[in-house]
């Protein structure tokens, strides 16, 4: 018997790694202090009531942030890992195996589930401050969505102690993610972690969609709507057309492994060709739908420290739609070399040059705002500054890809690696840096220390050129991208060596972060945020009300007749012209309730889904006979609302003004 359960043991955990057997003391370790420290404190009840069970959509967005940033740390130490594998040439620091379970792991998690729990946290902390709602659509929806997101990137990361991660790319192409040359549970990991986090992601792109068409404040015109809330309504157009495509791709796959279908197997009829352009019909517009919410923020941060009207607001709007549309017909660069003939790739050749257009109009028109702008360099403001070049030198080594003969030099090497990084490292990390940094006293009430955070930038813009500029040289000397190790004698140690210092300077970089994080949190203070406009020449509504927002956002809900119209209202102020409207009367205002069955049902989706990797029927049965349950309780569940009595209101904002 014991030698039985311990044969088992063996095979469903992850051995003979060090690294590994590391990682297990940390994360153990880490869940020990956390829950003595819940339990000493006796935090438990708050922690249910106030956050897991939550449907604010401020908390929720936090949760999604908070998220991001621990993926953010374990993606960041994959790539560390690989930085130090390939320092210098024939090292044996990794396993080769292991160094492909971490390229794969390391690019999925970045895309997946730091990226994009980044932007959705965003969206949900500030899109229905900026267009003055006081919640999204379908607040029980946007709950579910974060917590099948949760689970979905839980049920991923399982992987890395238990079964063995997944090793063949972020994009598990066939036939390496078919069940003859990968038959362990990791690739089943993939599967099931990306289809729950995705139903997730597809519900938060229908539930803002929802939100911004219907639920702005009265007066607020499409074009008078702020720019960011602009970029997350492209961006969640694309996510509703794109993700399906995701979801029917990865089902399929599953369908080959689990069932024996032979959709993408050369040796059963299928093809692996129609699995590449099916994963790029989602992945190009992907990469579209994490950078167009930064195109919004960085709009609103120029235009706040620089202190003018955005330049050029309507072309930055059909830019971004533009692009949005775009994004779905470029797939096919990624594999011009697949032989579908010159007429094929010059199409996509040419559609892919033409998303350059809108995207150079929204760099212009960034820099004529600034232009005779009275700029200040705060924290935001760098970003979006340290964002420009780097994100032009991606756009142009872009446009190579694009020219097909080129790209026949450039796929598959280190040369591609650079141009990717450079756009979303200098496109969305950027971007959303900016985003936090700018909106963070609003979040929480108070700023974060200028000096740390700028100790941090420059860490991380000096670390970034010095990690991907050499990889351009790489490429064009003939490295390839996956390569484990290589050869003295192919000259490439050097600049190796110069990019994993670069790598590291931005692992320093992050530590600044959290530094700055911790040391915001401990002086908080004495940096409060006291008039809820941090910044001074912040422009749209979500500066107009206290910091951090109350429950409710908006006591009364405000009537908009301008563009940036808090800024418009400081400005009739400030030149005695503004008429304040009649004080409205308050009233009770209508609120959802709290439910713990978003994470509830969110556990059950993760029962089932590890059921489905280890093909354990009876945990299959039992997730997905959870999940019905939970359908079936929130349908009779008829107590999902309440009002604020309007003396609530009043002495929270009589608060507000004691404290702002």
Known sequence: MWEKVKSFASEFFVTGDPLIYGADVSIALTLIALVSVLTYFKKWKWLWKEWLTTVDHKKIGIMYILSAFLMLFRGGVDALLMRLQLAVPELDFLLPDHYNQIFTTHGVIMILFMAMPFMFGLFNVMVPLQIGARDVAYPFLNALSFWLFFFGAMLFNLSFVIGGSPDAGWLAYPPYSELMYNPGPGQDFYIWGIQISGIGSLMTGINFIATI???RAPGMKLMKMPMFSWSVLSSCIAIIFSFPI????????FLDRYGGA???????????????????????PEVYIIVLPAFGIFSEIVATFSKKKLFGYK????????????????????????????NVNAFFALTTMLIAIPTGAKVFNWLFTMFRGKITFETPMLWTIGFIPCFVT??????????????????NSYFLVAHFHHVIIGGVVFGYFAGLYYWWPKMFGFKLNERIGKWAFWFWNIGFYLCFMPQYVLGLMGMTRRVFSYGWDKGWGDLNLVSTIGAFLMGIAFLFQVWQIAHGVKHRKDNLDKTGDPWKHGRTLEWSIASPAPHYNFAVLPQVTEQDEWWEEKLRKKQGQFVPAAPKKLEPIHMPRNSGIPIIISAFFFVAGFGFVFHWTWFIIAGLAGVAACMVAHSFNYDTDYYIPVDEIERTEAESRVTN
């Open 246 to 253: 995701l979801t029917a791709t990865l089902a399929l796959l």
């Open 213 to 215: 068409l219907k639920m």
């Open 394 to 411: 991606g756009g142009l080594t872009g446009v190579l890809l694009s020219v097909a003969p080129a790209d026949f030099q450039f796929h």
């Open 315 to 342: 072309s930055m709007v059909y830019a971004m739609m533009i692009i949005s549309l775009l994004s779905f017909l470029v797939w096919a660069h990624h594999f011009f070399t697949m032989g579908t003939g010159a």
């Open 262 to 284: 032979h959709f993408f197997t050369l040796d059963g009829g299928g093809n692996p060709m129609m699995y590449i352009n099916l994963i790029w019909m989602w992945g190009h």
